[in-house]
Nanobody
Framework: EVQLQASGGGLVQPGGSLSLSCVAS????????IGWFRQAPGKEREGVSC????????YYAASVKGRFTISRDNAKNTVSLLMNSLKPEDTAVYYC????????????????????WGKGTLVTVSS
């Protein structure tokens, strides 16, 4: 079992930036592909980004591509999501998930499976 904790959320103005972190327990972190998904009140869960276990492959939803960057530091058991040029529609609770199987279909990141996830962090984009 692996435990995940997302952090780094907060209140930011449109056009601003935030960096989210996902810290995982255990020594097998580097074996897992990691994904970020988000959920706004009253809306369906939306896949945001995925990164392979090695970091060699990344995937982004069309809505965030070019603005968000996912990266990982396996030595620190950490995956980051740098969010630039934030928009009000980015407001949501952001979660990270481990051991995911991701693909991009019609501009959407699809999580076919995810084994672990933790509590999310709230990002609010408002002036």
């Amino acid at each position: 079992e692996v435990q995940l904790q997302a952090s780094g959320g907060g209140l930011v103005q449109p056009g601003g930036s935030l960096s989210l972190s996902c810290v995982a327990s255990g020594s097998t972190f580097d074996e897992y592909a990691i994904g970020w998904f988000r959920q706004a009140p009253g809306k369906e869960r939306e896949g945001v980004s995925c990164i392979s276990s090695s970091g060699g492959r990344t995937y982004y939803a069309a809505s965030v591509k070019g603005r968000f960057t996912i990266s990982r530091d396996n030595a620190k058991n950490t995956v980051s999501l740098l969010m630039n040029s934030l928009k009000p529609e980015d407001t949501a609770v952001y979660y990270c998930a481990a051991n995911v199987y991701c693909s991009v279909k019609s501009g959407s990141v699809v999580f076919h499976d995810m084994e672990y996830w933790g509590k999310g962090t709230l990002v609010t984009v408002s002036s």
